[in-house]
């Protein structure tokens, strides 16, 4: 005890006593999670207002070796971001970290702090009249510290690349407390290793990102958005070569939303309506954007034409208004929401090679009918990535927790799938502690060993974030 | 001696004798580069068939502690690719892995080995309806596993990336022989570090890649070309922003000319002939392309009217044919080659923040003037990227050795500029023999730290292009 209330006032020397919580109302909403996965204990909240007190906090951490688990807007979907349940280990929250350090109009970046909220930077980046790409469900909770420490996906992902894509260079403070500085707006620096890539997307094991140099694009002159009812998952691929064929770099989202979740939606959501006047097996939510403001609206119903003229689009709606945009939207997003009016869900996060997609969905749905007899599965999201959310809703009247009492087993007939297609079993949400088990049993054995080789070197007392991925 | 035979014939038995060369004139090809800057020497040329013989190799490397130079086509500026002149080394050639090991339609990729050629795998996926987008001068000669060894960039960077950005996965051999099996269709897949990225760019210092599953992208169905003149590189910096702003991501080229480089080609290059009536002090190269056939051309007409209008652009010319377009880059591919008859020249291969370009090249004149009173800069290239090839030719008349002489004090002129903005020193040709000694002055101690560190965990004996890089 008197070890802990020593560190707790060394952390508030350096960050100031009020930046220092202990009182465990204070800290209870950063032990657990909003699926309440995950709940974890700590000897404290540590909040830095700055890279040099995140440097001179781990550098603490590292004397006295004390585990460091960072946080940014703790919406993480695998335990990432929760420490485990000995009380030992600080939560590094970066979310006083939120400035908005430059924005850059021709060079076309933006520098921020890790703290800043998603949707904070999409704000500025489109108040300076330019575009940042990345969008997901918890866009106004997480922040881009996270987003960069798990390679966050989305809807967005299909035309300007994950987290990691998007990012030109970042700040990170390393397991000694010495601070890398690889902001940078260069788009091409061949300068050695690739050092910014090993810290975005290790979830915090191998250093804590602090700032990043961010992408931005021109805000799209012209928008088309279309809700499309298919027979099947492989009239959605063929349609999406067809897509990439006449619109090319023009597509930023291509989701694909099954008869069954679109049937919850309109159940469970308020004011949820339709947009097709016959039902469909599957569908797709398409977008065109163009810089061009002529033409793709015709462009993208030809398209739809040639395609229902080859038996791929049974029917199709095309939004006419922002309003109706967001109505088609707000099908696809409700679709995890949606699900838990229907019981327990179980869920894969997974990706497979396009062109496999079809024929993994296939094999999921069979060997369901066999594991979980009555289970619903719900299979949507960025099929234009090949990841496909893969939640599994238990039967109907069945009981919720002997139901998702099986979500190991159900997982683990599910990965074999996944693994037999050469797919990934997290495509977006990461690794976390919820598939840290699972990863060595899937994962190539030299890829582990060197996995582990590099935590050992740049974390040699194993401080960063631990129990997690490794 | 004993210990080389030994050695030579064990080599021999992995790859076959025949594929050991160790004759002066066979291996002379392999020893030294096109231009002639490096030279070395090597115990044996040696010419693996199959990964597995690769990693037989380097296994035996390993034990034996000999020095390995892996090589592609030869064509590195920084002489990476050739051994120093000990003699102890054995130059790992990867040319005899050229296979195409599959090409997935659906997926939009296509796995190669090594040592395929890039204008191979171009021609791969031109024979399969589709574009890999990778183009550099050496495309005839230089391979895959070479570009990706050195992330190679090229003109098409501004719409596809670097070779980093265009390989979704690798497969490598390890300093210690072990396979790294990293191939990949996925373009999500968030388990665990990413190692890719490790090997890619890391110049042959931290392994041997065997193989890549590249991405693949359509054909466009249309591209403009446009040979446009203008006063100033803020001119063109303004252009590049105008035409981001009106055609976002169908911008495929956009390369920097200066006049003196265009009135070298046009002295030097048969049949060069300049496209716009009058002389001008700049020069932008500016290619559209798009999957939309229709109104491309009238598109980019109506951009440069417009920058006609406010000044930017004082004339231009859109390529009318195929033949014309081939014109068009005929005078940027030449700009290089047609200063070879102006003299001895000085290469800087750099980048800098696209809205720092102009007051960067201003600099670099004004420097030239007092280090070298009557050189003539000629600084073209990838100004989309920021990348500059800021070449300086010597004064007209000049002594060419004594001017060559001057290489590092010119260099170390250049390269403070850009160091003072936050630029790269190598922008796309590596660090190599060439830059390795200029690295830790440049670059952030603790980036030169976190290089030295994974080094010695990927590669313990330091067997691996010693002396390169780092």
């Known amino acids: 005890m008197a070890r802990q209330s020593g560190l707790v006032a060394a952390f508030g020397a350096i960050v100031g006593a009020g930046h220092v919580l202990t009182a465990p109302s204070d800290m209870a909403g950063y032990l657990s999670e909003p699926r309440d996965l995950y709940r974890g204990e700590a000897l404290g909240i540590v909040r830095p207002a700055s890279t040099q007190e995140v440097a001179a906090v781990v550098r603490l951490c590292n004397e006295s070796r004390t585990p460091i688990v960072p ?112 902001l940078s707006k260069l788009k091409k620096d061949n300068t050695g290793y690739d050092l910014k890539d090993l810290f975005i997307g290790s979830e915090g094991t191998l250093g804590v990102i602090t700032a990043a140099t961010l992408k931005l694009f021109p805000k799209p002159r012209a928008v088309e958005t279309a809700f499309i009812g298919l027979p099947s998952p492989a009239a959605a691929v063929a349609l999406l070569d067809l897509a990439r064929e006449k619109a090319g770099g023009e597509i930023t989202a291509f989701e694909l939303i099954p008869r069954i979740g679109l049937d919850f939606v309109l159940a469970h959501v308020k004011g949820a309506r339709n947009p097709l006047a016959a039902r469909h097996e599957w569908h797709v939510l398409l977008e065109l954007s163009s810089q061009n403001a002529e033409g793709l609206g015709p462009r993208l119903l030809d398209m739809l034409n040639a395609a229902a003229e080859s038996g791929l689009v049974e029917d199709a709606a095309i939004a006419a208004s922002e309003a109706q945009r967001a109505a088609f939207w707000r099908l696809r997003e409700h679709l995890s929401e949606a699900q838990r009016f229907e019981g327990g869900s179980i869920k894969h996060d997974v990706s497979v090679a396009i062109t496999d997609a079809p024929a993994f969905l296939e094999d999921v749905q069979n060997v369901l009918k066999e594991a979980a007899p009555g289970a619903r599965l719900v299979a949507f999201g960025h099929l234009g990535d090949g990841n496909i959310h893969c939640n599994v809703s238990q039967p109907v009247g069945a009981d919720r927790a002997a139901f998702l009492a099986r979500w190991d087993a159900i997982n683990e007939a599910v990965h074999a799938i996944v693994i037999r297609y050469g797919g990934s079993i997290s495509a977006e949400h990461g690794i976390g502690q919820l598939k840290r088990d699972l990863l060595p049993q899937v994962k190539d054995k030299v890829a582990m060993d060197l996995m582990r080789a590099l935590k050992r070197t740049l974390d040699p007392q194993g401080i960063l974030n631990p129990g997690k991925v490794l």
Chains 1, 2 share one sequence.
């Open 71 to 182: 946080q940014g807007g703790n919406t993480g979907l695998v335990g990432g971001q929760i420490p485990d349940r000995s009380g030992g280990a600080i939560v590094l929250s970066l979310q006083r970290m939120r400035a908005l350090r430059e924005i850059d109009l021709a060079s076309n970046t933006m520098t921020v702090e890790a703290g800043m909220i998603l949707a904070h930077a999409q704000a500025e980046a489109g108040r300076a009249g330019r575009l940042f790409p990345l969008s997901l469900a918890s866009e106004g909770s997480c922040t881009i510290g996270g987003n960069l420490a798990t390679n966050a996906g989305g809807t967005g992902v299909i035309a300007y690349g994950n987290a990691r894509d998007l990012a030109l260079g970042i700040e990170a403070v390393l397991a000694d407390g010495r601070i890398f500085c690889g």
